[in-house]
């Protein structure tokens, strides 16, 4: 099946930038569609949708907290899928997950991915 696992995360201060990791493997990635999404979850609250992308890379959807700040792109010869964080707040502090997806059509809602990593911490201060 498809193995999932996120990294780039950490400390930085707010207005600055960061960049996700989610390097898959598995046959199964290998020979079918997967569409990929980012999510998050802060401490005490639910996880949220944070963005989506095809398995072409030509249809991309973003949460409108992150809209204009965060692009997610994917390198399917490197079985990799990034979220560039631009212009971090403090309300974007939480474990970043990403997740796979066999759907065709965009998908938003956690019960609709197959596959999911173990997150990657990010705090973003002041």
């Known amino acids: 099946q498809v193995q999932l696992v996120e990294s780039g995360g950490g400390l930085v201060q707010a207005g600055g930038s960061l960049r996700l990791s989610c390097a898959a493997s598995?046959?199964?990635?290998?020979?079918?569609?997967?569409?990929m999404g980012w999510f998050r979850q802060a401490p005490g609250k639910e996880r949220d949708f944070v963005a989506y992308i095809s398995w072409s890379g030509s249809s991309t959807s973003y949460a409108d907290s992150v809209k204009g700040r965060f692009t997610i792109s994917r390198d399917n010869a490197k079985n990799t899928v990034y979220l560039q964080m631009n212009s971090l707040k403090p309300e974007d502090t939480a474990v970043y997950y990403c997740?796979?997806?066999?759907?065709?059509?965009?998908?938003?809602?956690?019960?609709?991915?197959?596959?999911w990593g173990q997150g990657t911490q990010v705090t973003v201060s002041s």
């Open positions: 598995g046959h199964t990635f290998s020979t079918y569609a997967y569409g």
């Open positions: 997740a796979a997806t066999s759907r065709f059509t965009i998908a938003k809602s956690g019960s609709e991915y197959n596959y």
